[in-house]
Structures are given as structure tokens and as C-alpha cells.
């Protein structure tokens, strides 16, 4: 009888023990769980402009090594461009530049400026990087500039673009512009 009391005791303590191993464990677990991680997210500003917002501009097609386009403006309005940009992950932020230009010639030239916005909680790193274009476009980068933006940072670019020989008549042609937005610390310079 003596026995049967004693094992349930040292049941007990041995339980107590196993029981404060365990909640210490747990405390820790949590202090992990609930340390938070930066965000990184940029975005489009709405400020969108371009050179031509009536009367068309037409360029000489440009040199291969250079950004370059000579340019003048005309004194008709044939051609146009829309910018339009989405939110594509409904997320409250516009992430994707459509460029639809519309009713263009061999030789329609445009100028197009636009920020991006470090709008995530840890510094990046904006790099001007692809633009989807069709063989009828020349499309080419202005500024490709590089450098650190903290959380609310703004970033401008712009790019140009001259429509090839190539195009067909009276034709329609759509592009997306890619901007790729690195954590300062990876990005190579
Ligand atoms: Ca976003
Ligand atoms: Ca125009
Ligand atoms: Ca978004």
C-alpha cells in the first residue's frame, strides 16, 4: 500500500517538471513567431505625363548605341498614346504600365515620364528593366539611374519610343513596362 502512494507523488513531480520544460519552450516559440518581417512593395504613382498631348512629334529612327531619338513636333494630330495602369494583385497599388498607342505612322515619336513609389518598409533598389514591346516599336530607356530609396521614396523614369517603317497602317499596338524593384542590400551595382 506504502508503494502505490509513493509512485503517483513522484508521478506528480515529475509531471510539475515536464510542465515547466514544456510552457518555457512555448514562451520562446512565440517571442519567434511575432518578430516581424520588412515588406517590399512599390508602386506606380498616378502622375503619369507624355510629350504628346496633341499636335504629333516624329523623330529619325536612332542610332543602335545610344538612347538617343532627334525629335520635332508636327502641326497635326493623327497619333496618340494612353498610359494606363492597373492593379493587378488587389492590393490598393497600381503595379503594371499598359501603353497603348493607337492610329501611329512610320516615324510617331513620344517621350513618356513616370514615379515609382517605395510604398513596402525596407529600401530598395528600382532598376528600369524590360519593356514587352512588338517589333514596330523602338522602345528605349532614358534614365536607367540607379539608387537606394527608403520606405517613401519616389523614383522618376522615362522612356521614349519611335514607331518603325515597319508598322501597318492605321495600326494599334500595346505594351507593359517592367520594373523590377530589388532589397537594397542584394541589388548589384
Ligand atoms: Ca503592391
Ligand atoms: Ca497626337
Ligand atoms: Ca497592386
Not at 519552450?25 to 507624355?50: F, H, P, R
Not at 493587378?88 to 516615324?107: A, Q
Not at 517603317?165 to 548589384?188: C, G, L, R
Amino acid at each position: 500500500m506504502r508503494g502505490a502512494k509513493i509512485i503517483p507523488l513522484i508521478l506528480c513531480v515529475a509531471l510539475g517538471f515536464a510542465g515547466v520544460g514544456y510552457a518555457a519552450w512555448t514562451e520562446k516559440l512565440t517571442v519567434k513567431g511575432t518578430a516581424k518581417m520588412g515588406e517590399l512593395d512599390w508602386c506606380y504613382k498616378d502622375n503619369v505625363t507624355q510629350l504628346d498631348t496633341g499636335y504629333d512629334y516624329i523623330a529619325e529612327p536612332g542610332v543602335t548605341d545610344s538612347n538617343d531619338f532627334e525629335f520635332r513636333q508636327t502641326d497635326r494630330n493623327v497619333g496618340s498614346t494612353k498610359v494606363l495602369l492597373q492593379d493587378t494583385d488587389g492590393d490598393g497599388d497600381k503595379d503594371n504600365m499598359v501603353v497603348t498607342v493607337s492610329n501611329v505612322y512610320p516615324g510617331y515619336y513620344n517621350n513618356i515620364q513616370f514615379q515609382v513609389k517605395n510604398n513596402g518598409t525596407v529600401p530598395l533598389v528600382f532598376r528600369a528593366a524590360d519593356v514587352n514591346t512588338p517589333p514596330e516599336l523602338d522602345v528605349r530607356w532614358v534614365d536607367t539611374s540607379r539608387y537606394p530609396q527608403k520606405a517613401g521614396d519616389i523614383n522618376s523614369f522615362s522612356f521614349h519610343f519611335r514607331v518603325n517603317d515597319s508598322v501597318k497602317e492605321q495600326a494599334t499596338y500595346k505594351f507593359n513596362i517592367d520594373i523590377k524593384a530589388t532589397q537594397w542590400n542584394e541589388a548589384k551595382f
